[in-house]
């Protein structure tokens, strides 16, 4: 019956969130943006609804006080999404179509229209389409009969496709909190309009509203959540319970006590604890990545400490039957964080298995067969972004998971949603469709089963999740029809880069009921993407993770960094994580290099450009700086020229918080060497490059001005992931005047003044670099050293302790979009 109710309620509010953003007035928002970004800077903005948003809170007292905080905001992030990928768009087509079929249900016009769809375009379902009577373009006279409207589905029709759209043609929604609609012309006029078939509509495609739909759901339907009170109010029933829970058989205890590391370990007990809510903190180089790949290990293979002796584990003798309510009681005492498994029931799991499990392979390595746990845990894994998610599959693929005999297999795994690496290919869920369709088609007879090809999918989909140990999925992507088709839900959810998530992306794979959530991030490196500016000022960029630290839940901090020299780990330790960083065994003699031998070749350098000046393309919201591009060039150069080792293997990343910046290197860098910089250099976002690992990070801040801030820069959130990518040498150049205008850039500036590693440059760049200049800036042989090695162990540089590393193994291609609208990787910048 709940479960009739919390289907009903979901119903009720994606339909009205559908016809509050249908009935929106396209050129009203693009009105409103316009006036927003007029008014930038000012107390008050020009959009209304601006007066009557509040301030994202760190606790909330009850749901409502929650629904009313995020829901103007939510709406506030979808006007400026539509009007953010139109904007974007270089050249956008109207399109044609003509209407073959109309007609009305539940409130909505719903029409049937066949288009071409071109090589390299898509339309889907969700997508936001701006439908009219005629073509227009901006600036001219406004037309009278236009709307926007919903694709359904599209499928083949003809040789071209069919697309079924819902509007809301009833009126507009001045206000989300009413009910009240004002009537509309355009709207009165589009309804005569298509009621008529075969009758022309135009039509351009605006963005997706799959996340956005999504994330308000899970918002409004929060109450269902059977933890909302730790979601509310950072405390709950569980909120101090450490002990209970689940017990670790000893071979794996073993196992994760000789290849952790003390805070790696307490994360992993916690895990194990009857907490509801796990929040874990990796910083750069503390494993965070291996860390999720001994949760998986303990989740998986860890029974109920209740069922346990000092020899063995034991079942208890089956008592006379109670009724349901009883059992489902009983259970929960027994089990706190799975409270609908059963583990006491001797005749359970009742799937096929025996209780024993896993039971099968997944093409690549088989999985244990030999398990003696009786207790099957499935657990779902997300991520914002694909690349962070891919990078957790791979890492499962290559090295598995311990079950209780500390025997690595590799579990039955599954990745769900669009755009996966290449790399992980093999447990990707369409990829397994396609083998289970062909292996069923060897199998028939010549006579074909009947029905469409599209149910029979869903079966076979909904078949291959049933089976997974572990699901991953992108936030967005968990949200999506595919997991209502699950015979049973997931008991633990693990949410990788949650402090890259705005909190109602956090919510999505929630509502899958799960027992146990683990939030792993870093609120220290990069927030979540925010396209509206009235919402990020009001705090919605802030994710779940940073809301619950900031209101005093408990969190495990990894405080053992493999990754850069000590010159480099100090100035983030001591600004960003309270002096707390330690450094791993020999991690200063494993970073030290050759090219230490020069003081302006690491491992912290800060180069000053006096000429320096940032300039804005014209037509482009980003930022250049010519000076800065020809220095690093210089640098560059002189550093293969000294290193050949350096030119192979992209040992060398090259980052700007600017995504016209990283054009301008990419285009200067193929000019200048003849080779496309892909081969020879990572050239990146700020955005585009957390979770990898470099020898050399080379970071251009570009903003350089008398009397201006700094902008997108003033984040010292991508400060800190720049500086933190390096393993050996952060090479930072920018206009240190400008810079010290900031509190945190200042101190990184005095911080170089200090190690005597701050450089003054002026042009011409080659005299910095000239041979009399480097002898004079070659460390004195008295000198204590930085941990320099040889030049030939860069080429043999070992693998850091695989237990500890984080991201040893990044899949390649790292920023790639999510089909199914994730907002990820999106390296967008600003002022």
């Known amino acids: ?85 139109k904007e974007d768009e270089e050249v956008t087509e109207w399109k044609l179509g003509v209407v073959k079929s109309c007609s009305e249900a539940d409130g909505f016009h719903f029409i049937e229209f066949p288009c071409e769809i071109k090589e390299g375009e898509s339309i889907s379902q969700n997508d936001l389409l701006l439908l009219s009577k005629g073509k227009f373009l901006d600036g001219k006279r406004l037309p009278t009969v236009y709307a926007f409207a919903l694709v359904e589905n599209v499928r083949k029709f003809s040789d071209a496709r069919l697309v079924r759209v819902r509007l809301y043609l009833a009126g507009e929604f001045l206000h989300f909190n009413t009910d009240n609609v004002q009537s509309c012309p355009r709207l009165f006029n589009m309804r005569s309009h298509i009621c008529e078939t075969e009758r022309q509509l135009y039509f351009m495609k605006m963005c997706s509203l799959s996340t956005i739909a999504r994330e308000y759901l899970a918002v409004r339907t929060i109450s269902f959540l059977p933890y909302k009170d730790i979601i509310l109010n950072a405390a709950g029933d569980s909120f101090a319970t450490e002990v209970g829970g689940w017990k670790i058989p000893i071979p794996l205890k073993e196992y994760v006590e000789s290849t952790f590391n003390q805070y790696q370990r307490e994360a992993i007990t916690a895990g194990l604890s009857s907490k509801a809510f796990v929040l874990i903190q990796g910083p750069p180089g503390t494993g965070k990545t291996q860390t999720i790949l001994g949760l998986l290990s303990t989740i998986l293979h860890s029974t109920p400490t209740r069922v346990h002796s000092k020899s063995r584990t034991y079942e208890l003798k089956r008592g006379p039957q109670l009724p349901i309510e009883e059992k489902y009681k009983h259970w929960g005492l027994a089990s706190p964080w799975f409270n609908g498994i059963n583990p006491r029931d001797s005749l359970m799991p009742k799937d096929g298995d025996d209780g024993f499990f ?7 390595k088989p999985e244990a067969i030999t398990s003696s746990r009786k207790y099957r845990v499935r657990v779902l894994v997300c991520a914002p972004s694909n690349s962070a998610l891919d990078e957790i599959v791979l890492r499962v693929l290559n090295g598995g998971v311990h079950d209780e005999n500390d025997h690595a297999y590799c579990p039955k795994i599954v990745r769900i949603g669009l755009k996966s690496h290449h790399s992980i290919k093999s447990v990707a869920l369409d990829e397994l469709v396609k083998q289970k369709r062909a292996n069923a088609n060897k199998s028939s007879t010549d006579k074909q089963s009947s029905g469409p090809a599209g149910s029979n999918d869903d079966s076979i989909r909904a078949a291959i999740l049933d089976e997974a140990t572990i699901v991953f999925s992108t936030l967005s992507f968990s949200g999506s029809h595919v997991f209502s088709k699950l015979s049973r839900s997931f008991d633990v959810v693990i949410i990788d880069e949650a402090a890259q998530a705005v909190e109602p992306a956090t919510l999505v794979p929630l509502a899958n009921q799960c027992k146990k959530v683990f939030l792993v991030g870093d609120p220290a490196q990069l927030p979540a993407t925010v396209i509206s500016d009235i919402a990020k000022n009001h705090g919605y960029g802030t994710s779940l993770f940073e809301r619950l630290k900031q209101a005093g839940y408990p969190v495990k ?49 800060f180069f000053d450009i006096h000429e320096g000046r940032e300039a804005r393309p014209s037509g482009s919201g980003s930022w250049i700086n010519v000076e800065e591009v020809d220095f690093v060039l210089f640098l560059y150069q002189k550093l293969v020229t000294l290193y050949p080792t350096l030119e192979s293997g992209n040992q060398v990343a090259i980052i700007s918080p600017y995504s016209q910046q990283v054009k301008l290197f990419q285009k200067r860098f193929e000019e200048t060497f003849g080779v496309s910089a892909e081969k020879k250099v990572d050239i990146c976002t700020v955005d585009g490059c957390q979770g990898r690992e470099k020898d050399i990070a080379i970071f251009s801040c570009v903003r350089a001005s008398k009397d201006r801030g700094i902008g997108f820069v003033e984040d010292i959130r991508r400060m800190n992931v720049g500086i933190t990518r390096a393993k050996s040498a952060v090479l930072v150049v920018g206009s240190a005047s400008t810079l010290r205008r900031s509190e945190q850039w200042n101190k990184l500036v005095e911080s170089a003044e200090k190690r005597d590693c701050l450089f003054k440059v002026s042009k011409p760049y080659s005299s910095f670099f000239s041979d009399e200049s480097l002898t004079s800036m070659q460390a004195k042989k008295d000198e204590p050293s930085q941990g320099t090695v040889p030049a030939d162990a860069v080429e043999n540089d070992a693998p850091l302790n695989n237990a500890a590393a984080d991201d040893q193994v990044q899949p390649e291609d790292h920023e790639y979009g999510d089909g199914d609208a994730d907002m990820d990787d999106a390296g967008y910048d600003d002022d």
């Open 358 to 364: 896993p039971t099968t392979g997944n093409e690549l």
């Open 1 to 85: 019956m709940a479960v009739d109710k919390e289907k009903l309620e979901e119903e009720s509010v994606i339909r009205r969130f559908y016809q509050i953003i249908l009935s929106w007035d396209y050129f009203r928002l693009i009105k409103e943006s316009k006036q927003e970004q007029k008014n930038r800077g000012e107390k008050e903005t020009a959009i209304g609804s601006a007066s009557r948003l509040v301030k994202v809170k760190s606790q909330y007292k009850d749901v409502d006080d929650y629904i009313s905080t995020y829901e103007p905001l939510i709406f506030e992030e979808a006007k400026s999404q539509i009007i953010k990928e």
């Open 557 to 605: 901090m990894l405080k053992t960094q493999y990754r850069m020299h000590p010159e480099i780990r100090s100035f983030p330790s001591r600004e960003f994580y309270g002096d707390s960083l330690e450094d791993g065994d020999d991690i200063k003699l494993r970073t030290g290099r050759a090219w230490h031998e020069y003081r302006c070749f690491g491992p912290f350098c």
